[in-house]
Nanobody
C-alpha cells in the first residue's frame, strides 16, 4: 500500500519560510518523479513543483519560481519543498504527489499523478 505523508505546514508571516516534507512508503521511491501541488479555498488544485526520478531535473510554476526549491533524499524516501519569501497568495493545502509511471522527468498535471498525500495546510498572514 502506497502512502505519502506530508509534514511541515503551519502559520507564517509574509516573507517567512517553511519546509515541507513528504515521506513515501510502499513504492520504489527512487523510480518515480515526485511533485507538489496546492489547492486554495474555492480554487482548483494547481501544480507547484516537480523533481525527476533521478533528482537531476526540476520544474516550477511561474508563481513560485525563485522562491521555492524542491529536492529529494533517496536514502530517506523523502521529497522536500523549501518555501522562502512566502506571500499571502501562497496560502493553501499543499499535497505531495507521485507520478503514475516510473522513470519520467516530471509530474506536472493532476492526471499524471498516481498517488496523493493527505495534504498539509500552509497559511501566510499579511
Amino acid at each position: 500500500q502506497v502512502q505519502l505523508g506530508e509534514s511541515g505546514g503551519g502559520l507564517v508571516q509574509t516573507g517567512g519560510s517553511l519546509r515541507l516534507s513528504c515521506a513515501a512508503s510502499g513504492l520504489n521511491f527512487n523510480n518515480y518523479a515526485m511533485g507538489w501541488f496546492r489547492q486554495a479555498p474555492g480554487k482548483e488544485r494547481e501544480f507547484v513543483a516537480t523533481i525527476s526520478w533521478t533528482g537531476g531535473s526540476t520544474t516550477y510554476a511561474d508563481s513560485v519560481k525563485g522562491r521555492f526549491t524542491i529536492s529529494r533524499n533517496a536514502a530517506k524516501n523523502t521529497v522536500y519543498l523549501q518555501m522562502n519569501s512566502l506571500k499571502p497568495e501562497d496560502t493553501a493545502v499543499y499535497y505531495c504527489a507521485a507520478d503514475r509511471s516510473s522513470f519520467r522527468v516530471a509530474v506536472t498535471t493532476a492526471t499524471a499523478v498516481g498517488y496523493w498525500g493527505q495534504g498539509t495546510q500552509v497559511t501566510v498572514s499579511s
